[in-house]
């Protein structure tokens, strides 16, 4: 079954699918600000979080899915210095940005390769990965059940996919405060901020129809995956989910 991301309901993929390119091919270029506004200016504390958690050594190949214009990939590459990472996203134009991060000496030496993917059919061979990382993917395709279980095939036995994404706060009067900020006010300061207020409003809507941490770790069990743990951050506006694929 697939969904439309912006409400959870049963829905052709290509509504989703055409919806996401057409926001991230238009905010490409101003896409870091928008980050910067979406993730309320906490996007830096959670990215560190998630390297906090991610086991990645120097000997690994790290594949980063929906990567953007590559903030996950570089910090993977400065954090952990892997031996190679495969950076990977839907839309061309964002890897664009991140190419030309990457021609500035964003990933200090690592190296890093870039392909368009989708990662509800991943183009790489089984068990080729020791590590996949995901910061705000999943949310935005419409066949999770599917991209879950494409990374969990890709993943060498024992490997570990680490996903950051916005999520639930587990606390009644946080969430309601956080459930206003969704659907009145990030469409408003976000669009003034970076003149796209659409895209802003599908954040919202994605956000709220989202499972919450128990309800993505199940999805990621029932794709395969054990030992699933995750993170709250922010009082769990965001969480880092780490989950396993068996030895
Ligand atoms: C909010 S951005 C996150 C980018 C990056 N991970 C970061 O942390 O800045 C979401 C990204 O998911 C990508 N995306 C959406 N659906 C996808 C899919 N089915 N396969 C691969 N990437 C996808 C979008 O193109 C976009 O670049």
């Known amino acids: 079954m697939t969904i439309d991301t912006a409400t959870g309901e049963e829905a052709p993929a290509e509504i989703s699918s055409e919806r996401v390119k057409d926001i991230f091919s238009h905010i490409a270029k ?67 940005v991140a190419r030309a991060h990457m021609a500035a000496g964003a990933s200090r030496g690592v190296p890093v390769d870039f392909e368009v993917v989708d990662a509800q059919d991943i183009p790489y061979a089984d068990a080729s990965y020791d590590v996949v990382t995901m910061a705000y993917g999943i949310r935005n395709m419409p066949d999770r ?30 969430r309601s405060l956080y459930g206003v900020y969704l659907k009145h006010l990030i469409p408003l300061w976000g669009g003034l901020i970076t003149g796209d207020r659409d895209g802003f409003v599908y954040l919202g809507k994605s956000i ?26 922010t009082g769990g506006i965001a969480a880092v989910h780490v989950a396993k694929k068996p030895e």
């Open 30 to 96: 101003k896409y870091e600000r928008f980050n910067a506004v979406s993730s309320f200016g906490a996007y830096r504390a959670w990215l560190d979080g998630m390297m906090r958690q991610a086991p990645i050594g120097p000997d690994d190949d790290v594949l980063d899915i929906a990567g953007g214009t590559g903030d996950v990939t570089f910090a993977v590459a400065r954090a952990k210095k892997p031996r190679h990472i495969q950076c990977t996203d839907l839309v061309p134009e964002m890897l664009d």
């Open 208 to 233: 709220r129809a989202f499972p919450d941490q128990a309800g993505l770790a199940a999805l990621m069990y029932r794709a395969g995956f054990v030992d699933v743990t995750w993170k709250n951050y």
């Open 145 to 174: 059940p599917r991209a879950l279980a494409e990374m969990h095939r890709v993943l060498k036995p024992g490997g570990a996919l680490v996903c950051l994404e916005f999520s639930t706060p587990p606390n009644r009067a946080w």
